[in-house]
């Protein structure tokens, strides 16, 4: 593509390469290409199932070696509220009060959703806050009908000039409801990573945001901070980045050429949750634990989710020690025959890593090669929760370049579901991914990976969009958990459904582990 002066320089302004550009209008033509399913990964073969005592060992274990590792806990926040009430937004809109009741629209409408809603708006967390808010904007408000004052409960819940609360970043959303006090998601994060993310009784969190809430995370944290650490007896270290500009990638049209505005400039759109990469990239600690904004649990449930986090902590201290141990023999040239030979089994048998058919052939030179290659590469150890109709992506063993097979967090839109064979492979999954990562950044040295060499950069997505009422093409890069941490080594481990609690809709917020009183 030959970009014209001043496209290049507003390429280079966001920090982007001409090469880079050219590669992302390359892949738009190309197409993105489906994974292909080998088989879905399980409890018989992929992902680790374990008993009481064996999660009380990885959890002593993880307990007596916190003190000696850095941990940081990783948060992508910069999501906004606004879709948690899409419902309640479309409900204003095609309401029509004179000629209709709330019951008959939700019967026409089939709006199970918003019936839900009103039956159990008590119990929302900020109910006091917008019955507060009525009462100021309408003094008479007593005296409407039942009708009347369910719509004004809503119109006071998002309307721009009352509170307007899916204007909040969803990490300062009131989440909980405790007898003195309304806490956010942001705050519930900061109680879980004092249970499983501290060490030395310090807790570093870092969460990414928009730019434009930076000042609100920062008002909010000095609101909370000196109760939090006495309740916790944890100090806290809370850092936030954005995603960059220089990760947003270039909108095109339907025939594959650079979109333009109106005044001829270059579109760019932020890439999705795959641009996080370059700020888990810039993080530097041992453990990095990885968790949305939006999954947490009530005080009454956070023992037992902290616990299943140590655990999973525990897996991936005690693999990175059998690990290091045997690059840094392969290194010293220290291993024997058998060595090499258990070195492989350990990478099948603990690692899920395929070890080629060809490898019983290779010199032994070669074999220390092969075998450190593969050790030598970051680590994830992701929860896994058994398929109960909850969205999300998966576990599956996929089928890559030279045929190898590998772990991988697979998406639905990435699988062609025209292909009976994979189509099936997706209907017999076990499990799904509800965001759940405790990772591994260094090497046996000490030294951080450059996390960007580890991604398969054709696992991104592309999606149509509208800009100015005209179709455009957009590119999102490989997701975080997905594409990005393609090449990493990956453990599995089933975790229970508890364990997942996002709140993507409003009514998620009356389900039993965001309920406190």
């Not at 959303?173 to 998601?185: C, D, G, K, Q, V």
């Not at 990573?193 to 969190?205: E, F, H, K, V, W």
């Not at 000042?215 to 909370?224: A, M, N, P, R, V």
């Not at 030279?402 to 062609?416: G, P, Y």
Request: hydrophobic share 35%; glycine share 6%.
């Amino acid at each position: 593509m030959n970009f014209t002066d001043k496209d290049i320089e507003q390429i280079k302004g966001k920090g982007l390469a001409v090469e880079k550009v050219n590669a992302q209008i390359h892949l738009f033509k190309k197409g993105v290409p489906f994974v292909n399913l080998k088989s879905a990964a399980t409890t018989k073969k992929g992902i680790l199932s374990l008993n009481k005592e064996e999660i009380h060992q990885y959890i002593s274990f993880f307990d007596s070696n916190r003190d000696a590792v850095t941990m940081v806990k990783f948060v992508p926040a910069s999501g906004a509220a606004t879709r948690m009430f899409k419902t309640l937004f479309t409900f204003l809109k095609e309401y029509k009060p004179k000629t209709e009741s709330i019951n008959s629209y939700i019967n026409k409408y089939k709006v199970k959703e918003l019936s839900v809603f009103l039956v159990g708006l008590e119990k929302l967390p900020f109910f006091e806050e917008v019955v507060n808010k009525i009462h100021k904007v309408i003094p008479n408000f007593n005296e409407l009908s039942y009708d009347e004052r369910r719509v004004e409960f809503i119109k006071t819940m998002l309307d721009e000039n009352r509170l307007n609360l899916s204007s909040y970043p969803k990490g300062l959303l009131p989440f909980h409801r405790y007898r003195e006090h309304i806490s956010t998601a942001f705050e519930e994060h900061l109680f879980e990573a004092a249970l499983y993310g501290s060490s030395n009784n310090q807790a570093n969190l870092h969460f990414t945001i928009s730019e434009r809430h930076n000042h609100k995370f920062d008002e909010e944290f000095k609101y909370i901070e000196e109760d939090v650490e006495e309740k916790t007896s944890v100090k806290f270290n809370i850092s936030f980045s954005y995603q960059k500009h220089s990760t947003d990638t270039i909108a095109v049209t339907t025939k594959n050429e650079p979109f333009r505005d109106d005044e001829g400039r270059l579109v760019f759109r932020p890439s999705g949750h795959g641009a996080l990469l370059e700020n888990l990239n810039d993080l530097d600690a041992d453990i990095i634990f990885i968790k949305n904004i939006d999954n947490v649990v009530g005080y009454k449930f956070k023992e037992e989710v902290g616990g299943y986090k140590k655990m999973l902590a525990g897996i991936l201290l005690k693999i990175q020690e059998q690990a290091f141990k045997y690059q840094k023999d392969l290194e010293n040239n220290a291993a024997n025959k058998d060595d090499l030979i258990q070195i492989a089994e350990f990478l099948s048998h603990k690692m899920n890593v395929q070890i080629g058919s060809e490898f019983k052939k290779y010199s032994k030179e070669f074999k220390i090669k092969y075998l450190f290659e593969k050790l030598n590469r970051p680590i994830r150890v992701c929860g896994m929760v058994k398929n109960e109709g909850e969205p999300g992506g998966g576990p599956f063993w996929v089928s890559g370049e030279n045929e190898t097979v590998s772990l991988q967090i697979v998406e639905s839109a990435q699988i062609d579901k025209k292909k009976k064979h994979q189509k099936e492979i997706l209907k017999n999954a076990t499990h799904f991914n509800p965001v759940d990562l405790v990772c591994g950044i260094k090497d046996y040295k000490g030294k951080n990976y450059d996390l960007t060499k580890f991604v398969d950069s054709e696992t991104a997505f592309i999606t149509m969009k509208t800009k100015v009422d005209k179709d455009i093409k957009a590119l999102e890069l490989p997701g975080l958990w997905n594409g990005s941490m393609a090449h990493w080594n990956t453990i599995f481990v089933e975790v229970p459904l508890i364990t997942f609690n996002p709140v993507k809709t409003v009514n998620d917020l009356l389900k039993a582990p965001h309920q406190i009183i």
